[in-house]
T-cell receptor
């Protein structure tokens, strides 16, 4: 049962343009949502998070939007840079308890110079 | 602070053999997690330690898997009688009460290949 879904396995964007990565979830108990970035041969790196009580969180070029009614979140990267090329995992936790992270299957972003 | 380290980075073993992996978390982190990642999937939770206590185990962690964290520092994950289906990347992560909800620091992983 895939509780966090990323339906786009890959995405290509021109440098300087906006990258939009999408994610859907099914578990209503999730109350924090996260994005992790992963480069080859490295572990995932935390990028940005959003609490379920918010609908937007911004950190520099990265903005995460949350639509609770649709159980959907997205990550916007503006402007996209070649160094952003990586696999992006959408993830979620229930903050009560042990905070185990439930990951999606990932979207491979390629930013073309 | 050198981050989370894992050893070995790669392990090739024959089916039926036992393997053990080590994880050294960030020194002040009292929470430690093990995840498993297979090709095309995201990391899947295996087990969680708070200090030396193992507080949660996934159903993915069969009886052949055992994890320890003696003295609440480094952790080991042992797989007995390995099967080809155990081939995966095994990731360790750590965090503390001070880190943001869900923010975990991952090691580079140990890639296991069972032949």
């Amino acid at each position: 049962d895939q509780q966090v879904k990323q339906n786009s396995p890959s995405l290509s964007v021109q440098e300087g343009r906006i990258s939009i990565l999408n994610c859907d979830y099914t578990n209503s108990m999730f109350d924090y949502f996260l994005w992790y970035k992963k480069y080859p041969a490295e572990g995932p790196t935390f990028l940005i998070s959003i609490s379920s009580i918010k609908d937007k969180n911004e950190d520099g070029r990265f903005t995460v939007f949350l639509n609770k009614s649709a159980k959907h979140l997205s990550l916007h990267i503006v402007p996209s840079q070649p160094g952003d090329s990586a696999v992006y995992f959408c993830a979620a936790i229930s903050s009560g308890g042990y905070q185990k992270v439930t990951f999606g299957t990932g979207t491979k972003l390629q930013v073309i110079p | 602070d050198t981050g989370v380290s894992q050893d070995p980075r790669h392990k090739i073993t024959k089916r039926g053999q036992n393997v053990t992996f080590r994880c050294d978390p960030i020194s002040e982190h009292n929470r430690l997690y093990w995840y498993r990642q297979t090709l095309g999937q995201g990391p899947e939770f295996l087990t969680y330690f708070q200090n030396e206590a193992q507080l949660e185990k996934s159903r993915l962690l069969s009886d052949r898997f055992s994890a320890e964290r003696p003295k609440g520092s480094f952790s080991t994950l042992e797989i007995q009688r390995t099967e080809q289906g155990d081939s995966a990347m095994y990731l360790c992560a750590s965090s503390s009460f001070r880190t943001a909800a869900g923010e975990q620091y991952f090691g580079p992983g140990t890639r296991l290949t069972v032949t």
